[in-house]
């Protein structure tokens, strides 16, 4: 399916050609403006008919969108890993509602609590459902290797911290790339109240996805170091998108 948003042209069976103005990925439904209309109309992309300006229906309820870009990052990474920006690194937790996950990019030492903030690098899955883009200057959809050159680009200057060898990390992350993409992503957060969880928390990307039933994956090198247990140690389950982060699940 071709990616949906603001900005994407569209043919409506009554209205003609029209443009979208805006998206919501969790719930199907737009905003689009057709010709010199004032004001724009709402249409649900699962019962409304609504197609790409070429003739190619959107399918909403059929081809689900990723609904996170968290996979779409992760495939990033793992390409700058390959080129060498191995000082590279992503982190990602649940916001309190459970509803969305957070993500943030980081380069420089490899550290887990004190990451390095520079604008632009870190997003939420909320903003990404009303416009799929990263805010770097990239298109919706676009791959592993473009979305690359487009941080390239928007920051050469923080990419630049990330060039150098961290290969503990970089086979760390290449196996975790290759135990979930394209259909899951990872999260480094838990609720604060339990104990660390002793497997890696693992989240789907997008609707009608199964629960992951792979095996365990262990946390980034460098992380159990972090953590003391204070109590028995107690497994943490996979929330699906939509719903309550129950880390006692």
């Known amino acids: 399916m071709k990616p949906v948003a603001p900005g994407t042209v569209i043919f409506h069976r ?12 969790m719930t199907g439904w737009i905003s689009a403006r057709f010709g010199a209309e004032g004001r724009t109309l709402d249409l649900n992309l699962s019962s409304d008919q609504v197609q790409h300006a070429d003739g190619e229906p959107i399918m909403f309820r059929h081809t689900p969108p990723d609904r ?9 990474v793992r390409e700058l890993h390959r080129a060498g920006y191995q000082k590279l690194y992503l982190y990602s937790w649940p916001k309190p509602s459970g509803l969305h996950w957070r993500w943030h990019l980081f380069t420089g030492p490899r550290n887990w ?5 520079r604008e632009g690098w870190y997003g939420s899955g909320a903003d990404y459902n009303l416009n799929p883009v990263m805010g770097w ?3 919706p959809g676009a791959d ?3 979305l690359a050159s487009a941080l390239a680009r ?5 990419m630049a911290h990330a060039l150098g060898r961290d290969e503990d990390h970089a086979t760390w992350f290449e196996a975790i790339c290759e135990a979930l993409l394209p259909n899951y992503a990872y999260s480094l957060g ?15 990307v997008r609707r009608g996805v199964p629960d992951y039933a792979g095996p365990d994956l262990p946390f980034p090198p460098g992380w159990a ?5 204070s109590g028995p140690v107690q497994i943490i389950r996979t929330s699906r998108i939509g719903e309550p982060f129950d880390a006692d699940r």
Do not use: C, K
Not at 154 to 158: E, I, M, S, V
Not at 190 to 199: G, H, M
């Open 14 to 25: 009554y209205r003609g050609y029209g443009v979208i103005t805006a998206v919501n990925l």
């Open 68 to 76: 996170m870009p968290h996979a779409r990052l992760m495939a990033m």
């Open 113 to 117: 609590m004190q990451r390095a903030w």
């Open 137 to 139: 200057g990239d298109s």
């Open 144 to 146: 592993a290797q473009e």
């Open 154 to 158: 928007f920051d050469p200057q923080g």
């Open 190 to 204: 838990w609720d604060q109240r339990d104990a660390r969880p002793a497997r890696l928390p693992i989240i789907p």
């Open 225 to 229: 170091g972090l953590w003391h247990h």
